[in-house]
């Protein structure tokens, strides 16, 4: 199936607002090795996408393209109606709207959560400690973990540690939030306190992008679930025609697989 028979263009939600991300003919290589194949995506304010695929298809590479932890080669990618570019201090206020959860929590296991949620506070936006104190500890609140905030990572379980970096992510304030596979490293158990945190974000209006194999959370949050496969996006819909009705085989292969796993 070549490209262009896929579906590209995005069923703008009801309650969306203005374009804040857009991916605009984005590849990228590594080598020789096509990762992302001519990618289009616009996200509107306030919409929530999960992305969903095989491993190796390229959904991580995409959101980390977002907030230019990787580069890609070929086309554009806009945030907020500012492309990224050549200059650096652009592209580094650009990112400060981007707030991003990874599958590791790459939290600083030498420093306390408070601490943890205070350091780019004071250090990339200068906030005064005493009130970056109090940002960490609201949002550890939000979190349901407040009690932990003088605890160090390694004291902590799997979740309350996803947890911690999410706060941490919330205390910068972004407009966007991005998760990379945010539950696939934590014990069965651990993974619906995460969830829960997820969806009450969700439910406050933030703009999200989720790449998750979790399908009952794209069931219930998700305003629009895409799913990759090979470096391309193949399909894209809101939840109930995604799993009802998807349109591509390699699509409803993926589902079959992923939903009787």
């Not at 090795?33 to 995506?41: A, H, P, S």
């Not at 005493?130 to 605890?151: C, W």
Request: proline share 5%; glycine share 6%; charged share 25%.
């Amino acid at each position: 199936m070549s490209t262009d028979t896929i579906e590209k263009t995005a069923t703008r939600s009801a309650k969306s607002g203005q374009p804040v991300i857009e991916l605009v003919g984005m590849s990228k290589w590594y080598g020789n090795f096509q990762v992302l194949k001519d990618i289009d995506l616009t996200v509107y304010e306030g919409e929530r996408i999960v992305v969903c695929g095989p491993s190796g298809s390229g959904k991580s590479t995409m959101i980390r393209c977002i907030n230019q932890l990787e580069f890609h080669q070929e086309g554009d990618v806009i945030i907020h109606g500012k492309a990224y570019g050549k200059d650096e201090k652009q592209n580094d206020l650009i990112r400060r709207d981007i707030g991003m959860v990874f599958q590791s929590f790459n939290l600083f296991p030498h420093l306390s959560v408070l601490e943890n949620c205070t350091m780019a506070q004071i250090w990339v936006k200068e906030t005064p400690k005493a009130e970056a104190e109090a940002v960490a500890m609201h949002f550890l609140e939000r979190v349901r973990i407040p009690e932990q905030a003088h605890k160090y990572p390694l004291q902590l379980s799997g979740g309350q540690q996803q947890r911690v970096a999410i706060a941490r992510a919330l205390c910068m304030n972004p407009k966007i939030m991005l998760f990379d596979e945010p539950t696939s490293a934590l014990d069965p158990e651990m993974i619906n306190e995460v969830l829960e945190a997820m969806i009450e974000l969700a439910q406050s209006g933030m703009t999200m992008i989720v790449v998750t194999h979790e399908m009952n959370f794209a069931r219930k949050v998700a305003d629009r679930v895409i799913f990759m496969d090979q470096g391309e996006i193949v399909e894209q819909a809101p939840p109930h025609a995604f799993f009802d009705n998807p349109q591509y085989d390699r699509t409803q292969l993926f589902l079959s697989q992923i939903l009787h796993h």
